[in-house]
Nanobody
Framework: QVQLVESGGGSVQAGGSLRLSCTVSGYTYSSGCMGWFRQAPGQEREGVARIYTSGGDTSYADSVKGRFTISQDNAKNTLYLQMNSLKPEDTAMYYC?????????????????????WGQGTQVTVSS
């Protein structure tokens, strides 16, 4: 059984930083991708960051490029999202997701994006 458990959300002022963590169990890292989606109230879900588990290639939504960094620690079975220079528009529920491959390429092209496995979400609130 695949389980994704997020932590690290919270409230921060604009310009601040947060690091989200996602502990993964039951998921095979050898293929597919992992990443983060977010959804703000009244808005569509969007893809934020993606990392291919084999090779480590990363991609980001235009809105977070240069501010967010996705990484993985395979030894700890943990995915991270380092978020710097946070803006009020980054306020959303953030979901750790994993996909075995079919949906990965669409994460930044389709709204809403899809994935095979989801965490329960962690709230990020950025105040101005």
């Amino acid at each position: 059984q695949v389980q994704l458990v997020e932590s690290g959300g919270g409230s921060v002022q604009a310009g601040g930083s947060l690091r989200l963590s996602c502990t993964v169990s039951g998921y095979t890292y050898s293929s597919g991708c992992m990443g983060w989606f977010r959804q703000a109230p009244g808005q569509e879900r969007e893809g934020v960051a993606r990392i291919y588990t084999s090779g480590g290639d990363t991609s980001y939504a235009d809105s977070v490029k240069g501010r967010f960094t996705i990484s993985q620690d395979n030894a700890k079975n943990t995915l991270y999202l380092q978020m710097n220079s946070l803006k009020p528009e980054d306020t959303a529920m953030y979901y750790c997701v994993a996909d075995q491959g079919a949906e990965c390429r669409w994460w930044f092209l389709l709204r809403p994006p899809s994935a095979d496995y989801w965490g329960q979400g962690t709230q990020v609130t950025v105040s101005s």
